[in-house]
Nanobody
């Protein structure tokens, strides 16, 4: 069965960095684009970053451009989200998603606070 397992969340001070990972299994990872979303308390889930199957095309939400970087390793069936210069408004639960399908990970909490 399809599984997406996020890790790497935690608490960090403003200006800090975190690297999220999403380990995928149960499907042909290299044939699927991947997405990172986030959901802050009392807000709707929003798309943060996208990466194409081969990793050559990436897109970002305006709020994270220049600070976040999505990447993938198709040998390890893993997609990453490097988050730098974190701000309090980046606080949210971060989810990975297999393309536009109904398959989501369980989420990992990121808290940015001084």
């Amino acid at each position: 069965q399809v599984q997406l397992v996020e890790s790497g969340g935690g608490s960090v001070q403003p200006g800090g960095s975190l690297r999220l990972s999403c380990a995928a299994s149960g499907f042909t990872f290299s044939q699927n684009d991947m997405r990172w979303y986030r959901q802050a308390p009392e807000k709707e889930r929003e798309l943060v970053a996208y990466i194409s199957r081969g990793g050559t095309i990436t897109n970002y939400a305006d709020a994270v451009k220049g600070r976040f970087a999505i990447s993938r390793d198709n040998r390890k069936n893993t997609v990453y989200l490097q988050m730098n210069s974190l701000k309090p408004e980046d606080t949210a639960v971060y989810f990975c998603r297999r393309g536009m399908t109904a398959y989501w990970g369980q989420g990992t909490q990121v808290t940015v606070s001084s």
